[in-house]
């Protein structure tokens, strides 16, 4: 029961500390559209599935070799280890999908924001979401193999890279706003496709960044779809290259105790 409390409050609290923004945001510069709070709100209901997976997948390989000191017998079991550390990232979205159920909950009963789906774009919606999910899941593991190769401090490290996603994906303010080299940055990250598409089926009338206006619902789909695909290859080439070095010098099962 206090797990439970605990995994409904988390979200909510997370996410009304932009909501509280807003509202200052409001107060002091003038009205502002209950559309850029649903912009805001969607986005940064989202955003859990890419924090829940990155930070989780950091401590993966971390957990297993400093705090319980059982990776050398996950490693030698008759499994892929890249299948397990992907098998932990599912299990980490079905967390975060928890949450983002919650929050959406909210923000369409309590802050009476202008979030519904459609059964038109369900379709759409589920694609979008799996795709996004997934990319999310390959691009954690990624980042989780550079943990072979560190000390205990993958905490900070998860956070510095949450922190750019979050910044330059359009989580909770559009491109457009940003410098023009974060505009292209931007562009160049698959999750900034994902939270427009989400967005396009989640909120009714919903207008978009400009640049990614111009981009069908079939073209974002296959754009994410390829940077999936690209990311996923990349995950594999960058675990197993980080992997391979630790086998090396010899880091696999070594606990650095500070």
Not at 22 to 30: S, T
Not at 60 to 85: H, K, L, M
Request: aromatic share 18%; charged share 10%; hydrophobic share 55%.
């Amino acid at each position: 029961m206090l797990f439970a409390i605990y995994s409904i409050i988390k979200p909510i609290a997370g996410t009304l500390i932009l909501v509280f923004m807003y509202y200052l945001a409001v107060d002091v510069g003038g009205e502002v559209g209950i559309e850029r709070l649903a912009y805001m709100f969607v986005g940064s209901a989202f955003y859990m599935f890419v924090f829940q997976a990155f930070f989780g997948l950091f401590e993966v390989i971390q957990g297993d070799r400093e705090w319980f000191q059982t990776i050398r017998y996950i490693y030698i079991s008759p499994i892929s280890y890249y299948a397990y550390v992907a098998g932990r990232g599912t299990t980490q979205m079905g967390t975060a999908a928890f949450g983002v159920t919650i929050v959406l909950l909210f923000g369409k009963f309590l802050l009476n924001l202008p979030i519904s789906l459609s059964l038109g774009l369900l379709p759409f919606f589920l694609a979008i979401l799996l795709l996004g999910a997934f990319c999310t899941v390959v691009i954690g593991i990624a980042l989780a193999g550079v943990t072979f190769l560190t000390a205990r401090h993958g905490g900070g490290m998860s956070e510095g890279v949450t922190g750019i996603f979050y910044v330059f994906s359009g989580v909770i303010f559009p491109l457009s706003v940003l410098p023009q080299w974060g505009q292209i940055l931007g562009r160049y990250i698959p999750l900034t496709y994902w939270f427009e598409g989400l967005r396009r089926a989640m909120l009714p009338g919903f207008v978009g960044d400009s640049f990614l206006l111009s981009i069908s619902n079939s073209l974002l789909l296959v754009i994410l779809a390829g940077a999936t695909v690209l990311f996923f290859l990349v995950s594999v080439g960058v675990f197993r290259y980080t992997e391979y070095l630790a086998r090396k010098k010899g880091k696999i099962d070594m606990t650095t105790a500070y």
